[in-house]
């Protein structure tokens, strides 16, 4: 209950530093970037010559070590070499992406309202979560309760096969409502930035349109999301039963 005023600093602290964030980009996006590429250029090269000259002053004691961080060091002299070759021949597709976050930024700059869609979606799930936790919760507990042996008081909470096939149903739901809602929070958006753009002229800026977007989805394209978020649940349900797959035989140590 007392660390609740951390909560509310950490998320003023997230607001201020996006504003900030958003402001050089639309500033000097362009300046961002290629320091950045720069700096990692430099970092690589630099990284270089620190370990060649590191392994020139090592004590030559019989082992490897010294022969590993001069190779570690022409490592990175390749890695800078290459990063430098795909840097100018991505040249312009870089200016292009530069554009995107200059544009990008004027976006949010200009329409502030729409920092109010991924809040809305995060309020959503963490109350579809809330109550999907209880009725998980009431499902899993509708098990056969049995004694253990032995006299104890411990008690196993049995599943049949109905229960747990209930349990999977419930569980790949979470994950397709999930995939839902990032897909109709980010439909929103994109649809204010393509009306906000397409609207936009050389005197006047566009408006972006929350209440269109959220017509447009519910109107023509709710059914194609939710298909989309069922593959995309699909998929998730998949990884996580190979991972489950792949726990198991590591607990069994391959056998």
């Not at 639309?26 to 961002?32: D, E, F, N, S, V």
């Not at 700096?39 to 000259?53: K, M, Q, R």
């Not at 930024?105 to 309202?113: E, P, Q, Y």
């Not at 998980?136 to 006299?151: D, P, Q, W």
Request: charged share 10%; hydrophobic share 55%; net charge positive.
């Amino acid at each position: 209950m007392e660390s609740w005023p951390v909560y509310i600093i950490a998320l003023f602290t997230t607001f201020i530093v996006t504003f900030i964030y958003l402001f050089m980009v639309k500033q000097c996006a362009g300046i961002i970037v290629w320091f950045s590429i720069l700096a990692t250029i430099v970092g690589l090269i630099g990284g270089g010559f620190y370990l060649n000259d590191y392994s020139k002053n090592m004590p030559d004691d019989g082992s490897s070590t010294k022969t590993w961080v001069k190779y570690g060091s022409y490592a990175l002299w390749a890695f800078g070499g290459i990063f430098s070759l795909m840097i100018l021949c991505l040249f312009n597709s870089i200016r292009v992406a530069t554009a995107v976050m200059k544009t990008s930024a004027v976006f949010i700059a200009h329409n502030l309202r729409t920092i109010l869609v991924p809040l809305f979606g995060f309020v959503f799930t963490a109350a579809f979560l809330t109550f999907w936790v209880i009725d998980a919760a009431y499902l899993a507990s509708a098990g056969e309760v049995k004694a253990s042996t032995g006299g104890s008081q411990w008690k196993e909470l049995v599943w049949n096969d109905n229960l747990r096939y209930f349990m999977i149903y419930l569980f790949f739901g979470l994950l397709w409502i999930l995939a839902m809602i990032i897909s109709c929070t980010q439909f929103v958006v994109i649809v204010a930035a393509c009306v906000w753009y397409f609207t936009s002229t050389s005197d006047t800026r566009g408006k972006a349109s929350l209440l269109k977007g959220m017509h447009w989805m519910f109107r023509y394209n709710f059914g194609s999301l939710a298909f989309g978020s069922l593959l995309l649940a699909l998929i998730w349900f998949a990884i996580i039963i190979f991972e489950y797959i792949q726990k198991k035989l590591n607990g069994s140590g391959g056998q």
